[in-house]
T-cell receptor, first 114, second 114 residues
Framework: ETGVTQSPTHLIKTRGQQVTLRCSSQSGHNTVSWYQQALGQGPQFIFQYYREEENGRGNFPPRFSGLQFPNYSSELNVNALELDDSALYLC?????????????FGSGTQLSVL | AQSVTQLGSHVSVSEGALVLLRCNYSSSVPPYLFWYVQYPNQGLQLLLKYTTGATLVKGINGFEAEFKKSETSFHLTKPSAHMSDAAEYFCAVSVGNQGGKLIFGQGTELSVKP
């Protein structure tokens, strides 16, 4: 079990609403990456935060935004929710953001958009 | 651009039989390659990774994988399956020199029959 915790574990929203997901990274890690995992698919990279700055973004629209705080915890915000946003959202932390580093994943937040 | 293809969305083996999960990658630069495992209602856990050096990589729980550049493959094997190996397995490649950004395959669900 990793030290990465995500909240909430489950969430139900309606189309058009906004949602905030939270992630507490493993102690000593300064890099947080967010992934979206649709049912039956592999995780897709949303974006990464390194020392409170966005450090790379995948193919997701601007209504997906994030923050990283001084304690390296992070938030993922999604505005104007769409039905296709229903997925498991995974947060992963790592020590320095090096490409050969192991990622430590949380258990995820299951978001359902109705 | 990097990509990952996992051959077979479902693999079923008998307990004690060989496990072989196939992964092919595409990368314009020397790749960093990973295998992650996901148990139900949990995040992803690193099984093993290839960065540089020895092409046969040993991981946790008796799994190993061999990097074959000529075949652009990184297949995962285990000599003898155990019931506890039943899970979803993901092959991933790291994007360029940016840590934390992985491109995942679609996943292979491994079932183990008694």
């Amino acid at each position: 079990e990793t030290g990465v915790t995500q909240s909430p574990t489950h969430l139900i929203k309606t189309r058009g609403q906004q949602v905030t997901l939270r992630c507490s990274s493993q102690s000593g890690h300064n890099t947080v990456s967010w992934y979206q995992q649709a049912l039956g698919q592999g995780p897709q990279f949303i974006f990464q935060y390194y020392r409170e700055e966005e450090n790379g973004r995948g193919n997701f629209p601007p209504r997906f935004s994030g923050l990283q705080f001084p304690n390296y915890s992070s938030e993922l915000n999604v505005n104007a929710l769409e039905l296709d946003d229903s997925a498991l959202y995974l947060c992963a932390s790592s020590k320095q953001g090096a490409p050969n580093e192991k990622l430590f994943f949380g258990s995820g937040t299951q978001l359902s958009v109705l | 651009a990097q990509s990952v293809t996992q051959l077979g969305s479902h693999v079923s083996v008998s307990e004690g039989a060989l496990v072989l999960l196939r992964c092919n990658y595409s990368s314009s630069v020397p790749p960093y390659l990973f295998w992650y495992v996901q148990y139900p209602n949990q995040g992803l856990q690193l099984l093993l990774k290839y960065t540089t050096g020895a092409t046969l990589v040993k991981g946790i729980n008796g799994f190993e994988a061999e990097f074959k550049k000529s075949e652009t493959s990184f297949h995962l094997t285990k000599p003898s399956a155990h019931m506890s190996d039943a899970a979803e397995y993901f092959c991933a490649v790291s994007v360029g020199n940016q840590g934390g950004k992985l491109i995942f395959g679609q996943g292979t669900e491994l079932s183990v029959k008694p």
